[in-house]
């Protein structure tokens, strides 16, 4: 949740910080007080009115650097760690799809020795014994955009829940198709946490009688590199060609998508929905290639990424479930189960308003 600050919230914020006291050592969920880093980090003291630490180093990973998607959300990141008073370190792979690489940025932090590190992990297991390693270390692990194994990190910083960014994808598909035909999937890498939580709502929500008569025929992976993404498009086309519409929930994927379909000769006949940022599809709106699609403000997620690193590294909250913590003008966020932080509804853009947006 997120709201300005009330009386009522200021009431519910000391008594969160009262639970947080008298439960600080008690046995978790998910462990004893002699269990893993997380789980005794969780266990920790903590009040979200303790002050906020400054001078420290915020290490921001995400899943691919020199993309618009993950450029706007660092920079969300960033602004919101050097309004805290400490300092901005990003670091990453220019190759969507290497966990490697993204096991080799954890440890080179951990060494640095850097006070909280925010995550978009391109692998849900790959990265554990390295985000382990962090946390062992007094490292405070947060990931943003896409997760790891709860385990691995003491909070998730979530664009929405995966059922509703899920759901929203194949409603607006299901009404560009009238809820009928074969479609198709252009995801990115097939490890990608996030990816496969949509993917796997999508299929469950399909079984809903109002998509009866529509077919998920193949799910294909461009692994968030546009010409990889273009080519898997064009796969999709040439294999399928009574294929009715193509989700495709990824920022790089969906461009990738619409710029084949805008050069096609299926232009306007083949729908294409997914997740895209305003500036990347505006043209593809412009000229009728794409009727619709979503996502969320990707600087406010990381803003959002930027507070609960501080917050967490501050001893405000720990990622135990209904701890709260204020993050800037966004307002207060309260922890979920399993250590999630929930940014928010994602927005449908269309011809009607995506020139009022700029990111």
Known sequence: ??????????????????????????????????????TNGKNAEASPNAPTRT???IGFLPKQVNTPYFDVADAGGERAVKELGSTFKEVGTEQGSDAAEQVAYINQLTEQKVDAIAVSALDPNALCDSLKKAMDAGIKVVTFDSDTKPECRYA???????????VRQLELLGEQVDYQGDIAILSAGETATNQNAWIASIKQELQDARYKDMRLVDVVYGDDEPEKSYEKAEELLEKYPNLKGIISPTTNGIKAAAKYLSQSESKGDVKLTGLGAPNDMRPYIEDGTVDAFVLWDPAKLGELAGHAAVALASAQVT?????????????????????????GEPTVFNAGNIDEYDF
Request: glycine share 12%; hydrophobic share 40%.
């Open 1 to 38: 949740m997120h709201r300005t600050p009330s009386r009522r919230a200021s009431v519910l914020v000391a008594a969160v910080s009262s639970l947080s006291l008298l439960t600080a050592g008690c046995g978790d969920d998910d462990g004893s007080a002699d269990g893993d880093a997380a």
């Open 319 to 343: 990622g135990r479930e209904g701890q709260m913590f204020l993050a800037g003008d966004m307002g207060w966020f309260q922890i979920s189960q399993n250590g999630v932080i929930t940014l």
């Open 156 to 166: 998730f910083v979530s664009p929405a829940s995966s059922e509703d960014i899920a």
């Open 55 to 57: 001078g420290m180093t």
